[in-house]
């Protein structure tokens, strides 16, 4: 089945940092992708919907200007967490569509774990 | 967004038939009903969807309530490996092109 690949998978960094995560689609092509974020014991929370060449859709209450999503290839997308704090510690997961595939599922990456100190 | 209700958990021996429910009484007609599970640290990954008819693939099976008010994931016979957390949620698409929101889903455990 279709891939989706993230990196890296697990970063600690220090408070006011920025982290740049990529998630790119191996074998296929996405021209959208969704971004994910849950913290422990919790659901899968969307953020953003990335799309290809233009500027990314941001779900109520999720800053844009924290949260900068670049969709620059139909392969990658990447999610910046900007001056990062430890409430921004989670894990992140992104995920895209694959077209040919059959069975109309959303393939998810393995997810990067950000961890603020 | 319609939405959907599930236990919080279930458990389950090996081999054993595991069936893991799911209300939606809000569901519109045009709503597909979609299955993934999470495993511990992992991304989410697809086990079914469907529409009104059961569905059948190798992972699962998907039992749709003829008013679609319901439906049940069915493993037919749980192995360790099916430990993991089950989310079933509406979107009104038949593949991914729809963003998917998230309930809190149904922790399975599974004992040997």
């Known amino acids: 089945g279709a891939v989706v690949s993230q990196h890296p998978s697990w970063v600690i960094c220090k408070s006011g940092t920025s982290v740049k995560i990529e998630c790119r689609s191996l074998d296929f092509q996405a021209t959208t992708m969704f971004w994910y974020r849950q913290f422990p014991k919790q659901s899968l929370m969307l953020m953003a919907t990335?799309?290809?060449?233009?500027?990314?859709?941001?779900e109520q209450g999720v800053e844009k200007d924290k949260f900068l999503i670049n969709h620059a290839s139909l392969t990658l997308s990447t999610l910046t967490v900007t001056s990062a704090h430890p409430e921004d510690s989670s894990f992140y997961i992104c995920?895209?569509?694959?077209?040919?595939?059959?069975?109309?599922?959303?393939?998810f990456g393995e997810g990067s774990r950000l961890t603020v100190l | 967004d319609a939405k959907t209700t599930q236990p919080n958990s279930m458990e389950s021996n090996e081999e054993e038939p595991v069936h893991l429910p799911c209300n939606h009484s809000?569901?519109?007609?045009?709503?597909?009903i979609h299955w993934y599970r999470q495993l511990p640290s992992q991304g989410p990954e697809y086990v079914i969807h469907?529409?009104?008819s059961n569905v059948n693939n190798r992972m699962a099976s998907l039992a749709i309530a003829e008013d679609r008010k319901s439906s049940t994931l069915i493993l037919h016979r749980a192995t360790l490996r099916d430990a993991a957390v089950y989310y079933c949620?509406?979107?009104?698409?038949?593949?991914?092109?729809?963003?998917?929101?998230f309930g809190a889903g149904t922790r399975l455990a599974v004992h040997p």
């Open positions: 469907g529409l009104t």
């Open positions: 990335s799309n290809e060449g233009s500027k990314a859709t941001y």
């Open positions: 809000t569901i519109s007609g045009t709503d597909y």
């Open positions: 995920s895209a569509p694959e077209a040919r595939s059959n069975t109309g599922e959303l393939f």
């Open positions: 949620i509406l979107s009104p698409f038949p593949g991914g092109y729809n963003k998917l929101i």
